[in-house]
Structure formats: structure tokens, C-alpha cells
């Protein structure tokens, strides 16, 4: 028989998937605002922005796409007829499909592209426009104004982006808590969500604080994100019975897809944002390298969702 809710949190007036959906709500909110407080701080951006991107590849590379695998894995064995690699294709798929939704969807030709030097030019005129008193050729001569403000319009697309992204891997999570019967198993899946919840979270608030978007737009678009897990969560409770059979195999395909938007993420717009200049290149990649090794190690200390 599974572990009762209310013997583990001790909260017998409550049940459970209610408690999940509360803490997760407030953890989401309470790290996705956190990075308005130091927004007058670029370097601090930057850096925070930098272990973002780390946090993001861990997630691809060492969270959801070895879960996706091992998932198929056991597929297999449980006699579906699946390609040994089908977790790092539906990956590659994740990867190609943000790629067309970024770059082909959203991209638009906001420079004179008749020639390189025309367009920096154009680039570095509209930079001036922003008014924030900064000598913008002295150090940087690209499209950011000391590392926070985007003066190409497609980047201010990426909050937005990420916060699909997120949401949906939120969803994919709340399902997989909602669907469990076993009690004891809802509960290991619910630690393996919450103790990654944050730093993704607090992903988001930086993004959003580097692009500019104002205070009640993100407000707006990190209650979203909020609300994911436990509309999620409510999904996968209604839908019990029906995909009983499948969810397994649901969930690891979306954690496939997934894996490969974080890496996607990840190396085509954090990190390609933050190196392109060398201003601070040791203290980025170290905190690149801290952000990575932090989600690696709560997936090590925490309970994995199989």
C-alpha cells in the first residue's frame, strides 16, 4: 500500500495534490520575481544570466533527456517496439522545432543588411535610442548596452519563448504527479519537481529583466508559469484512467522534446548572448559552470521520477 499524503506532511485537513499545487505556485512566483530586486545591477545580469544557461543545459543534457531514455528503456523491455535512440531523436526534434519557431517564426529583418558595416551601423544607432546615457562604442560595439539592453527586437522575443518552454515542461511534470495512483510515488515525483522548480524560476525572472519587459507584463507571464504545474497536475488527475496504459510513454517522449529546447536555450541564446563580448568571460563561464552543476546535483541528491 502507498505512503498517505497526510502522514507525510502531516496535514490531514488537506489533501495532497492541493499542497503540491500551493508550494509550487508560491516557489514559481516567490524565484521568478526575485530578479527585479538587482535589475539596476547589468553585471550581476549578466552573470545571473550566465548560470541560467547552465542550469538550462543540465537540464537537457542531464535531467530530461537521461530520463526520456531510461523511459524508453523500460518501454522496450515492457515489449513496445521502439528504436533504441527514438529519446535522442524526439530531442534533436525539440532542438529543430524551437529553432523554427525562433528564428524562422519570430525573426525579422529590422536592419539594413545591404552590407556589414551598414548594418552595425544601423544597429548601433538604434542602441542610442534607448537613452540610458552610456557611451556605447567605447567597450562594447555590439547590439547590447553594457550587457542588458536588447536593441535587436528578436531577442526580446526569448522571455517569451522560454516561458512557453517552461510551461510546457511544468505540464509534462504536473501530469506525471497526477497521474500516480500510488501515493508514496506521487510524493518522490512531487520532491524531484519542486527541488529544480526554483532555479528554473528564477531562469525566467532574469530573462524577462533582460529584455525590458515591464513589471505587470512579467507579472503576468510568471503567474503562467505558475499556474503550469498545478493545471498540470489537475490534467493528469482527471486523465488517470483513460491513459493509464500510456502515460509512460507520453511522458517520455515530452521529456525527449523538451531536453532538446533546454539545449536549444541553453547554446543558441544564452550562451551565444553572454561570449560574444570578452567583458567578464572568466566570471561567465564560471558561473555557466556553477549554474550546470547545480541542477547535476540536485539530480543527484533527489528522487527521480521512474
Same mark, same amino acid.
Given at each position: 500500500?502507498?505512503?498517505? @499524503? ?10 495532497? =495534490?492541493?499542497? #503540491? ?13 526575485? =530578479?527585479? @530586486?538587482?535589475?539596476?545591477? =547589468?553585471?550581476?545580469?549578466?552573470? *545571473?544570466?550566465? @548560470?541560467? +544557461? ?9 535531467h530530461l533527456l537521461p530520463e526520456a531514455s531510461h523511459a524508453f528503456a523500460m518501454l522496450a523491455n515492457e515489449g513496445w517496439k521502439l528504436p533504441e535512440n527514438m529519446a535522442f531523436v524526439l530531442c534533436g526534434g525539440g532542438f529543430m522545432a524551437t529553432l523554427f519557431i525562433e528564428k524562422l517564426l519570430f525573426m525579422t529583418d529590422s536592419v539594413d543588411k545591404d552590407s556589414d558595416g551598414e548594418e552595425m551601423a544601423d544597429v548601433q544607432h538604434k542602441s542610442g535610442a534607448h537613452g540610458h546615457g552610456h557611451n556605447h562604442n ?83 507571464? $510568471? ?17 488517470? *484512467?483513460?491513459? #493509464?496504459?500510456? #502515460? ?7 521529456? *525527449? $522534446? ?5 539545449? @536549444?536555450? +541553453? *547554446? ?18 564560471? #558561473? ?14 533527489? =528522487?527521480?521520477?521512474?
Amino acid at each position: 500500500e502507498g505512503t498517505n @499524503y497526510a502522514d507525510i506532511l502531516g496535514m490531514g485537513f488537506m489533501p495532497f =495534490p492541493l499542497v #503540491a499545487m500551493i508550494t509550487l505556485t508560491a516557489t514559481k512566483v516567490g524565484f521568478g520575481l526575485a =530578479p527585479r @530586486y538587482f535589475r539596476s545591477n =547589468p553585471r550581476l545580469l549578466s552573470l *545571473a544570466n550566465a @548560470y541560467s +544557461a547552465g542550469i538550462f543545459l543540465a537540464g537537457g543534457l542531464s535531467h530530461l533527456l537521461p530520463e526520456a531514455s531510461h523511459a524508453f528503456a523500460m518501454l522496450a523491455n515492457e515489449g513496445w517496439k521502439l528504436p533504441e535512440n527514438m529519446a535522442f531523436v524526439l530531442c534533436g526534434g525539440g532542438f529543430m522545432a524551437t529553432l523554427f519557431i525562433e528564428k524562422l517564426l519570430f525573426m525579422t529583418d529590422s536592419v539594413d543588411k545591404d552590407s556589414d558595416g551598414e548594418e552595425m551601423a544601423d544597429v548601433q544607432h538604434k542602441s542610442g535610442a534607448h537613452g540610458h546615457g552610456h557611451n556605447h562604442n567605447e567597450d562594447h560595439g555590439h547590439c547590447h548596452t553594457h550587457g542588458i539592453v536588447f536593441t535587436d527586437p528578436n531577442a526580446s522575443v526569448l522571455p517569451f519563448i522560454l516561458t512557453a518552454v517552461l510551461c510546457f515542461h511544468s505540464f509534462i511534470g504536473g501530469m506525471a504527479l497526477g497521474i500516480q495512483s500510488n501515493n508514496a510515488k506521487a510524493f518522490i515525483i512531487f520532491v524531484a519537481i519542486i527541488s529544480h522548480k526554483w532555479v528554473e524560476a528564477f531562469s525566467l525572472g532574469v530573462s524577462f529583466v533582460r529584455a525590458g519587459t515591464s513589471a505587470a507584463m512579467m507579472v503576468r507571464f $510568471i503567474l503562467g508559469f505558475a499556474a503550469s504545474s498545478p493545471v498540470g497536475i489537475a490534467a493528469g488527475w482527471m486523465l488517470r *484512467a483513460s491513459i #493509464a496504459g500510456h #502515460a509512460n510513454a507520453l511522458v517520455a517522449a515530452l521529456d *525527449a $522534446i523538451a531536453s532538446g529546447t533546454f539545449i @536549444y536555450i +541553453a *547554446a543558441v541564446d544564452l550562451i551565444a548572448e553572454e561570449f560574444v563580448t570578452a567583458r567578464d568571460k572568466f566570471w561567465k563561464f564560471s #558561473a555557466l559552470c556553477g549554474g550546470f552543476m547545480t541542477l547535476v546535483i540536485l539530480s543527484w541528491v533527489t =528522487p527521480h521520477e521512474h
